[in-house]
């Protein structure tokens, strides 16, 4: 079997998985989030924090609830780190110094895992279980939370209440990610990735010197790190290391860890607003996106020149060879289009145009099918583009789901869509024109260019994913990059919940023979080259200045 047809059936498989986890997972995420009972153990937790679950909030005092548990979970994380020397089962790890407690504080509250430290020589069991793989668990839930906010917004009408923070938050955790992590845990562990708390051990000699290396409950924070779309692996290799991903079924079953939640939410919301060929127009936009951008991945990684690439089957350099080209690049397109930042090989040896479709992932926000509820309240902000674009056209005031798109409801959207491209740029800038950046690169020219969109890139878009070849624990990466990252992450949230809250104050408005059918292929059409128009003209010099560049210089 050649290289190219193993990967093509490995994404046939993989979209056969994901369309039988679409419609239960999809109906029983809508039952969670649409009951009006507590669990015995979600009521105790309601008691230990001092929540009222039943309590309907606004949007300003569900943003509230979102911002100070994610404050709480930056500082305690944050001492976590900086108390490591003293906890037990640290490894005989040191304190983690404050730049970089705060940088790995802001990233795995914020869903992001950018990781600036290697991970086996730097973080001992305390500090992986208590508190990296508790972030992976809550920060996920709390981009679900947003999500279904921003849902009940469409599918309430003249009132201007969005549910309950706590409840969505213990919720997500409980009844979603738990059990789904736990049944993935033991597949993991089955196949061969490892799950213990041993300590430094010596594994023989490595090029004339002493080799160590050491366990850890990595099955566990695995499953969670894909299913929460988080990314931060274990070690520093990430998925690419055999303790993490060690033969090509589980590589394929990872990747369907980190699309099952974020696709399966379009069901949901079809579910919650009362029509499921919504959540469809949704999935089909985003299934269009991705398929599209793994065959542009595949054709740029295959289409290799020259002797060697092709008894290698394709562009190696950088790539696991029991995982392959094809399996490489449905894992990197995954991870991108969604805010994961989980790697199985090494973005920066991609080739330019690969490097580049990457970078786009991200930048498109992430949205196809994005994170862990992140993506499905980015997809549904960039519906009502759309329809404010169709609206525009046609000159009648535009509705989306029977809710009036107003200028109001048009600011908030706007905002939200100008917030990371603004980090991302205005980042990249500063940090090309300091004179000390040469020390951060290993490459010049246009792939060192691209090492650092990339990282602003990762950090603004909540990915977390690195280009690999830039040294970015220095104290201004660590710094502008945790910056970048709670920007990212928050400032959008805000304008989601306005949103959220203006939509569930409007009453209903009547479909008309005038009424864009938002459930059409036509507006799927639509919706696809509003996304595809919109981040080319924001990106467009910046990717010619990096990844184009390099692709049309190779």
């Known amino acids: 079997m050649g290289p190219v047809l193993a990967g093509v059936l490995?994404?046939?498989?993989?979209?056969?998985a994901l369309a039988l986890a679409y419609v239960p997972l999809g109906n029983h995420m809508a039952k969670v989030y649409s009951s009006d009972k507590h669990w015995r153990v979600e009521k105790w937790i309601y008691k230990g924090i001092g929540a009222d679950p039943n309590t309907e909030m606004r949007w300003p005092a569900y943003?509230?609830?979102?911002?100070?548990?994610?404050?709480?979970?930056?500082?305690?994380?944050?001492?976590?780190?900086?108390?490591?020397?003293?906890?037990?089962?640290?490894?005989?790890?040191?304190?983690?110094?404050?730049?970089?407690?705060?940088?790995?504080?802001?990233?795995?509250?914020?869903?992001?895992?950018?990781q600036s430290y290697y991970g086996e020589q730097a973080m001992g069991h305390v500090v992986q279980t208590a508190g990296l793989a508790v972030q992976n668990f809550v920060s996920a839930a709390v981009g679900i939370a947003v999500a279904m906010a921003l849902v009940r917004g469409f599918a309430r009408s003249r009132t201007g209440e969005l549910g309950n923070f706590w409840s969505d938050l213990v919720r997500g955790v409980t009844r979603i990610l738990l059990p789904l992590s736990v049944v993935a845990a033991?597949?993991?562990?089955?196949?061969?990735?490892?799950?213990?708390?041993?300590?430094?051990?010596?594994?023989?000699?490595?090029?004339?010197?002493?080799?160590?290396?050491?366990?850890?409950?990595?099955?566990?924070?695995?499953?969670?790190?894909e299913i929460g779309t988080n990314g931060g692996g274990y070690f520093n290799a990430n998925s690419a290391h055999p303790f993490e991903n060690p033969t090509p079924f589980t590589n394929l079953f990872e990747i369907f860890l980190l699309l099952v939640i974020p696709f399966a939410l379009t069901r949901t919301f079809g579910i919650m607003v009362g029509s499921v060929k919504q959540g469809y127009a949704i999935l089909a936009t985003m299934g269009t996106i991705w398929v599209g951008f793994i065959a542009l991945m595949m054709w740029t990684e295959f289409a290799h020149h020259g002797p060697a690439l092709q008894l290698a089957g394709g562009a190696m350099e950088g790539k696991e060879t029991r995982i392959g080209v094809g399996?490489?690049?449905?894992?990197?397109?995954?991870?991108?289009?969604?805010?994961?930042?989980?790697?199985?090989?090494f973005h920066s040896s991609f080739t330019g145009l690969g490097g580049g479709i990457t970078m786009l992932g991200m930048q498109l926000g992430e949205i196809a099918p994005g994170g862990t509820g992140s993506g499905l309240y980015g997809m549904l902000i960039m519906a009502v583009i759309a329809v404010f674009i169709a609206g525009l056209m046609v000159?009648?005031?535009?509705?989306?789901?029977?809710?009036?798109?107003?200028?109001?409801?048009?600011?908030f959207a706007a905002c939200y869509i100008l917030i990371t491209p603004a980090l991302v740029l205005i980042f990249t800038a500063v940090a090309m024109a300091l004179p000390t950046l040469g020390n951060s690169m290993t490459n010049s020219g246009a792939h060192g260019f691209s090492e650092i969109l990339y990282?602003?890139?990762?950090?603004?878009?909540?990915?977390?994913s690195a280009f690999a070849g830039l040294n970015a624990d220095t104290q201004w990466f660590n710094s502008t990059l945790g910056l970048a990252m709670i920007l990212g992450r928050f400032l959008?949230?805000?304008?989601?919940?306005?949103?959220?809250?203006?939509?569930?104050?409007?009453?209903?408005?009547?479909?008309?023979?005038?009424?864009?059918?938002?459930?059409?292929?036509?507006?799927?059409?639509l919706l696809v080259g509003a996304i595809l128009i919109i981040t080319g003209l924001t990106y467009f010099p910046a990717l010619a200045l990096g990844p184009l560049a390099e692709g049309l210089a190779s």
């Open 186 to 225: 033991i597949v993991l562990v089955a196949c061969g990735v490892i799950q213990n708390f041993s300590g430094i051990h010596e594994v023989g000699q490595f090029m004339g010197g002493d080799q160590q290396w050491n366990g850890g409950a990595v099955a566990s924070q695995e499953a969670i790190k």
């Open 395 to 411: 000159g009648r005031t535009p509705e989306y789901l029977g809710k009036k798109i107003g200028t109001r409801e048009i600011k």
């Open 63 to 114: 943003l509230r609830g979102v911002l100070a548990f994610s404050a709480v979970g930056v500082l305690f994380l944050y001492l976590l780190q900086r108390l490591q020397g003293v906890l037990p089962g640290s490894l005989g790890f040191k304190a983690i110094d404050a730049d970089q407690a705060f940088n790995t504080a802001a990233s795995f509250v914020t869903n992001t895992n950018w």
């Open 10 to 16: 490995q994404l046939l498989a993989l979209i056969a």
């Open 492 to 525: 959008p949230m805000v304008f989601v919940l306005a949103l959220a809250g203006s939509l569930a104050e409007q009453k209903p408005v009547p479909a008309t023979a005038g009424t864009l059918r938002t459930e059409k292929p036509l507006f799927t059409g």
């Open 327 to 345: 399996a490489s690049s449905i894992f990197a397109v995954s991870t991108t289009l969604t805010s994961t930042g989980a790697v199985d090989s």
């Open 455 to 464: 990282a602003y890139t990762s950090a603004s878009n909540n990915n977390g």
